[in-house]
C-alpha cells in the first residue's frame, strides 16, 4: 500500500474512533485501572446524603474495614444528595444498615463505610433498594475542623477561658493549710457519700417511685395544671372575701362590747343566782326519785294509816288553869292547837 493510500486510511480510522468516542460518552473513571477493585455480580443500592462535598469519583465501599463496592454516579434530588453504590453481589446487607462519609486520615480521601445493625436478622437490601437519609451522616472535613479551631481562637473562647481559670485560682485560699482543710472536708464529705450509699439509692428509689407516679397519673396532673390556676383564682378571692367579713366584724364586735359592758355586773349577779339552779337541774334526775320514793312512804305508812278511819278523834274533858309555870300564855296555845284542828278537818 503507497503512502498516499495509507493516509486517507488513517484519517478514515481516526474519524470513526473520534465519532465512537463521542457517541458513548467515555467516562475515564470508569477505564479499567490495573489493581483496581471491580465488585463482582454486583447489584447496585442508593444512598441518600445531606452532603456529599469532596466525595471522589470510583469512591470505596466499605463495611468492617474490607470494600465491597464502589461509588457509580452522584445525582442532586431536590436538597438531597443521591448516590448509587455498586455493591459485591455476595455481601448481604441488612435493611437498617447505616452509611456514614469518612476519612481514613486528614487529608486522605472521603469514602463510604456501612455499618449494619445489632441485629442482622431482618431482610437484607435487594437491588434497587434505598437507604434513607434518616440513617446517614455527612463527613466531618478538615474545612469545617478548621473553621470551629478559627472560631474558638478568635472569637475569644480562649481569653474568656483563661479569665475564669484566673478567677478560680482567685477563689481558692493562698494558705496551703486551709487549701489542706478544704481537701480532707471534700474527702468526708464523698467519704460520707460513698458510706451512705444504700440511704442514697433509697432516695433514688423514692425519686423514681414518685415520677413513676405522674408518669401513671398524668391525666389528672394534667387536669390539675389545666384547672388548677382557675380554682385557685377562685379560692384567692373567697379567702378574701372571708378576710373582709373578719375585718367587718371587728366593728360589730366593738358594738357588742359597748353594749354588755355596763351590764357585765348584772349579768355576773344573775349568773351567780342561776348556777345553783341549774346545778339542781343537773342532779334532779338522781335526786327526783329519792325524794317520790320519801313521799310514797310518808303517804303509805304515816298519812294514809292516820287518816284511815276518819282521822284521829279529840275530845277535851277539862282545861286546867295556868299555873304561872308555862312559858306561853295556855289560852294562845289552846287557839294554835284549835286553829290546826280546823286546818285539818277535825273540829269545825
Request: include cysteine; aromatic fraction near 4%; proline fraction near 7%.
Amino acid at each position: 500500500m503507497s503512502r498516499c493510500t495509507l493516509r486517507p486510511f488513517c484519517a478514515l480510522v481516526f474519524t470513526v474512533a473520534i465519532g465512537l468516542t463521542a457517541a458513548c460518552s467515555l467516562d475515564p473513571t470508569r477505564l479499567p485501572v490495573p489493581g483496581a477493585y471491580t465488585p463482582r455480580h454486583s447489584y447496585d443500592i442508593k444512598i441518600e446524603f445531606a452532603s456529599v462535598l469532596n466525595l471522589p469519583a470510583r469512591a470505596k465501599v466499605d463495611s468492617g474495614g474490607v470494600q465491597i463496592g464502589v461509588l457509580d454516579s452522584v445525582r442532586l434530588e431536590g436538597t438531597t444528595a443521591v448516590t448509587t453504590v455498586e455493591i459485591a453481589g455476595d455481601t448481604k446487607l441488612p435493611v437498617a444498615t447505616r452509611a456514614e462519609l469518612r476519612q481514613a486520615t486528614p487529608l486522605g480521601d472521603i469514602y463510604i463505610a456501612l455499618l449494619p445493625p445489632d441485629d442482622r436478622s431482618g431482610p437484607v437490601l435487594r437491588d434497587g433498594d434505598t437507604i434513607p437519609l434518616r440513617n446517614t451522616s455527612p463527613a466531618d472535613n478538615v474545612e469545617d475542623l478548621l473553621r470551629s479551631m478559627s472560631n474558638l481562637v478568635a472569637g475569644g473562647a480562649i481569653g474568656t477561658l483563661q479569665t475564669t481559670v484566673v478567677n478560680v485560682n482567685k477563689a481558692f485560699p493562698q494558705d496551703p493549710h486551709e487549701l489542706t482543710r478544704m481537701q480532707h472536708t471534700v474527702a468526708g464529705v464523698l467519704n460520707d457519700l460513698a458510706t451512705n450509699q444504700q440511704t442514697i439509692d433509697q432516695m433514688l428509689d423514692g425519686m423514681e417511685n414518685i415520677t413513676s407516679g405522674f408518669a401513671a397519673n398524668t391525666q389528672v396532673f394534667n387536669r390539675l395544671v389545666t384547672e388548677g390556676p382557675a380554682k385557685l383564682q377562685g379560692l384567692s378571692a373567697v379567702t378574701m372575701a372571708i378576710l373582709n367579713v373578719v375585718g367587718a366584724s371587728k366593728d360589730v364586735g366593738k358594738l357588742g362590747g359597748d353594749l354588755i359592758n355596763p351590764i357585765a355586773g348584772d349579768l355576773m349577779q344573775i349568773l351567780s343566782y342561776i348556777t345553783p339552779m341549774i346545778h339542781t337541774m343537773a342532779t334532779a334526775d338522781t335526786t327526783i326519785p329519792v325524794i317520790a320514793d320519801k313521799f310514797l312512804a310518808l303517804l303509805r305508812y304515816k298519812l294514809l294509816g292516820w287518816f284511815r278511819d276518819g282521822g284521829p278523834k279529840y275530845t277535851i274533858t277539862e282545861l286546867h288553869a295556868p299555873t304561872g309555870r308555862e312559858g306561853v300564855d295556855p289560852a294562845d296555845k289552846a287557839n294554835q292547837a284549835v286553829e290546826a284542828m280546823q286546818t285539818m278537818g277535825l273540829v269545825p
